[in-house]
């Protein structure tokens, strides 16, 4: 079996797709357009893309499967910063006095997805 893609709920999947192709420099398909009711995001291989679906309601409880990140170009808390300037927020911050931990942020529609520390931080942090 391939996991092909991670579907996404949206009420403006366009939006969505377009803060998710931002922050993971990934791009968007050139067949995608405003207004579209599925709209993707292009992973390299062998990651799963990530699709985009209208539907008709907003989020309105917890999800019951997210996102976990790990930098590969900066540190957590340098991902956590750009992500904020793309338009997330923080929802919850597990980050410990001693380095370790991680932070869950919303992206533009209340999705929650976490940021963790990158493998260079994990080698060189406490225990």
Same mark, same amino acid.
């Given at each position: 079996?391939?996991?092909?893609?991670?579907?996404?709920? /949206?009420?403006?999947?366009?939006?969505? /797709? +377009?803060? $998710?192709? *931002?922050?993971?420099? $990934?791009? +968007?398909?050139? *067949?995608? *357009?405003? +207004?579209?009711?599925?709209?993707?995001?292009?992973? !390299?291989?062998?990651? !799963?893309?990530?699709?985009?679906? %209208?539907?008709?309601? /907003?989020?309105?409880?917890?999800?019951?499967?997210?996102?976990? $990140?790990?930098?590969? *170009?900066?540190? %957590?808390?340098?991902?956590?910063?750009?992500?904020?300037?793309?338009? /997330?927020?923080?929802?919850?911050?597990?980050?410990? !006095? =001693? +380095? %370790?931990?991680?932070?869950? #942020? #919303?992206?533009?529609?209340? =999705?929650?997805?976490?940021?963790?520390?990158?493998?260079?931080? %994990?080698?060189?942090?406490?225990?």
């Amino acid at each position: 079996m391939i996991l092909r893609h991670i579907t996404i709920d /949206a009420t403006d999947p366009y939006k969505l /797709a +377009g803060f $998710w192709s *931002e922050a993971t420099g $990934w791009p +968007g398909s050139d *067949e995608d *357009e405003p +207004g579209d009711d599925e709209v993707i995001v292009l992973a !390299p291989p062998p990651v !799963p893309s990530l699709l985009f679906i %209208r539907v008709p309601e /907003a989020k309105t409880v917890k999800n019951r499967v997210h996102i976990d $990140w790990v930098p590969t *170009e900066r540190t %957590r808390d340098e991902e956590v910063a750009r992500f904020l300037t793309l338009g /997330a927020t923080i929802h919850q911050d597990h980050r410990k !006095p =001693n +380095g %370790r931990g991680w932070v869950t #942020l #919303l992206d533009p529609e209340n =999705n929650e997805f976490c940021i963790e520390m990158s493998e260079s931080e %994990r080698s060189t942090t406490s225990q």
